[in-house]
């Protein structure tokens, strides 16, 4: 079974910059995650997704920052214009969310921003 | 609120010694989760157990064992007889029933194996 795929794997920019990063969960998982993760630091939720619906962005910096779920399957997160401080790995995981239980998330191997 | 405190930054031994990852949490919540993930150099988080604030039972599996204490509010991780392979930096999470599902993790511990 396939795990869950992030594209780009690296990306190196200019600050001011407009930069998208794509993930495409595992088959069959209704949630999505975007995670931020800075050097040294454990991830931090940017947003959840439950099917098409983003369910928990409160975290999400909106001025700059916004993700898609179209078709509630692969998920594009965007950031415009890109700030130095916007350098980090961000994670996308899925997993498949039942009422009442707790799933473990599957994570990607993250995109690493690079921004100059 | 919820927190994740893992105390230790980098932990280094010698292969074939028996290491602890210490993890100490917060949280309101009754019903709750705790996970422990490892992240080798590669980037990749690899799940490695989950369990409910319900279940105190120890668990092994393998190398590694998990001792889960609700009175110290304490989910620490032992590797036995370390290798190489075991380097990487290792998380420890919480979630909260209330919260959704949200994970909340700790800075994480860095261990390093060496042969």
């Known amino acids: 079974e396939a795990g869950v795929v992030q594209s780009p794997r690296y990306k190196i920019i200019e600050k001011k910059q407009p930069v998208a990063f794509w993930c495409n969960p595992i088959?069959?998982?209704?949630?999505l995650y975007w995670y931020l993760q800075n050097l040294g630091q454990g991830p931090e939720l940017l947003i959840r997704y439950e099917n098409e619906e983003a369910v928990d962005d409160s975290q999400l910096p909106k001025d700059r920052f916004s993700a898609e779920r179209l078709k509630g399957v692969d998920s594009t997160l965007k950031i415009q214009p890109a700030e130095l401080g916007d350098s980090a790995v961000y994670l996308c995981?899925?997993?498949?969310?039942?009422?009442?239980?707790?799933?473990?998330?599957?994570f990607g191997p993250g995109t690493r921003l690079t921004v100059l | 609120a919820q927190k994740v405190t893992q105390a230790q930054t980098e932990i280094s031994v010698v292969e074939k010694e028996d290491v602890t990852l210490d993890c100490v949490y917060e949280t309101r919540d009754t019903t709750y989760y705790l996970f422990w993930y490892k992240q080798p150099p590669s980037g990749e988080l690899v799940f490695l157990i989950r369990r409910n604030s319900f279940d105190e039972q120890n668990e092994i599996s393998g190398r590694y064992s998990w001792n889960f204490q609700k009175s110290t509010s304490s989910f620490n991780f032992t590797i036995t007889a370390s290798q190489v392979v075991d380097s990487a930096v290792y998380f420890c999470?919480?979630?909260?029933?209330?919260?959704?599902?949200?994970?909340?993790f700790g800075t994480g511990t860095r261990l390093t194996v060496i042969p």
């Open positions: 088959s069959g998982h209704n949630t």
């Open positions: 995981a899925s997993s498949l969310s039942l009422a009442g239980g707790m799933n473990e998330q599957f």
């Open positions: 999470a919480l979630s909260e029933a209330q919260g959704a599902n949200n994970l909340f």
